[in-house]
C-alpha cells in the first residue's frame, strides 16, 4: 500500500501561482497512476489532473486546462500540481491519488480508479 500527504496550500491573490507537492511512501511508487482531485465547500469532489506512472501521457479537467501542470518525480516519490493564473473558483481542498496500473501510458479520470488518497491540503484564492 502506498501512504499520500499533500503540502503546498496556502492563500493567493486571483492571478497568482501555488505549487502542490504529494510525497509518497511505502510500496513502489513508479508504477502507481498519480491525480489530484478537489472539493469545494458544499460542492462535489471533481477530477483536476492525472498523469501516468511513465510520465508520458497526462490529462486535465477542462476547467484548468492550461493553467495547471502535473508533474511527477519517481526518484523522489513525488507528484506535482502548478497551478498557475489562479481564479477565486479554485479555492477548494487538493486531494492527492494514487491508483495500480499495467500499463505505463495509463491515466484515471474517476475517482474509484484510484486506491489511496491523502488527507488534502486548502488552497484559498481571494479577488
Known amino acids: 500500500q502506498v501512504q499520500l500527504v499533500e503540502s503546498g496550500g496556502g492563500l493567493v491573490q486571483a492571478g497568482g501561482s501555488l505549487r502542490l507537492s504529494c510525497a509518497a511512501s511505502g510500496r513502489t511508487f513508479s508504477r502507481y497512476v498519480m491525480g489530484w482531485f478537489r472539493q469545494a465547500p458544499g460542492k462535489e469532489r471533481e477530477f483536476v489532473a492525472t498523469?501516468?506512472?511513465?510520465?508520458?501521457?497526462?490529462s486535465y479537467a477542462d476547467s484548468v486546462k492550461g493553467r495547471f501542470t502535473i508533474s511527477r518525480d519517481n526518484a523522489k516519490n513525488t507528484v506535482y500540481l502548478q497551478m498557475n493564473s489562479l481564479k477565486p473558483e479554485d479555492t477548494a481542498v487538493y486531494y492527492c491519488?494514487?491508483?495500480?496500473?499495467?500499463?505505463?501510458?495509463?491515466?484515471?479520470?474517476?475517482?474509484?480508479?484510484?486506491?489511496?488518497w491523502g488527507q488534502g491540503t486548502q488552497v484559498t484564492v481571494s479577488s
Open positions: 498523469i501516468s506512472w511513465s510520465g508520458g501521457s497526462t
Open positions: 491519488a494514487a491508483g495500480d496500473s499495467a500499463y505505463s501510458s495509463t491515466t484515471y479520470y474517476r475517482q474509484g480508479e484510484y486506491d489511496y
